[in-house]
């Protein structure tokens, strides 16, 4: 597991003094944090998907990874170097800003309709485009409150099978999706709602904490 650094602790410390109904949660966050370190150093991506308000979760993540969330994101300098020569590129220069690569997967409507009218197994368009997505370097993200999504569940077993990282955040019950994830991260809650505001403050958490350890400045 990666050692914290101390912006990281001070993200995940406040999570837990804000949220202290969290706290089963912890380990499991640090776990993906490590998964996440280790994607990213090796250049990997994080695949995301749910359903509903899991799906607006899905994309919500990748949004706040792609750029900057609470901190400074400056280019390489190499790559700002590179982009200065191209057309357009000092003014790219000057306000691009570094991205943590995130795809919410389902968002590529053609992919998806043709899936869903051309094969007679339901609920695969996820797994079709986690199969022409994913690298064994990634992490794949599952959401769903009952963690009985079966396009979630499909799309983790093929990352599984391109011995991708799988991760399932869920409700208490954890469901099929926990049962087969590498990390099973299982929110308290009684209802749909409950759960799905705990899976905010988890992934706000687990976001800042990735953008911390890769970019310590913060925005003023």
Do not use: W
Request: contains cysteine; glycine residues 8%; proline residues 5%.
């Amino acid at each position: 597991m990666t050692k914290l650094n101390a912006l990281e602790q001070e993200i995940l410390d406040g999570m837990f003094a804000r949220r202290p109904e969290l706290s089963d949660c912890v380990q499991d966050i640090l776990a993906l944090h490590g998964a996440l370190v280790k994607m990213y150093d090796a250049g990997g991506k994080l695949l995301l998907c749910g359903n509903g308000g899991s799906n607006a979760d899905a994309m919500h993540i990748a949004g706040e990874l792609c750029k900057s969330f609470e901190r400074l994101r400056p280019l390489p300098s190499g790559f700002a170097q590179a982009l200065a020569k191209q057309p357009m590129g000092d003014d790219l220069v000057k306000h691009l800003e570094a991205g943590l690569a995130a795809i919410p997967l389902g968002f590529n409507g053609s992919l998806k309709t043709a899936v869903e009218n051309d094969s007679p197994l339901r609920d695969m368009a996820y797994a079709q485009e986690t199969v022409a997505l994913v690298k064994p370097e990634d992490v794949l993200i599952g959401i769903s409150t009952s963690g009985n999504a079966r396009n979630c569940l499909m799309a983790m077993s093929v990352a599984k099978a391109a011995d991708a990282t799988t991760v399932s955040l869920t409700g208490p019950k954890g469901g099929k999706m926990a049962e087969a994830a590498d990390i099973a991260i299982k929110a308290p809650g009684t209802s749909v709602k409950v759960i799905q505001e705990a899976h905010l403050v988890i992934y706000h958490t687990f976001c800042a904490m990735i953008e911390a350890h890769y970019f310590p400045d913060m925005r003023t």
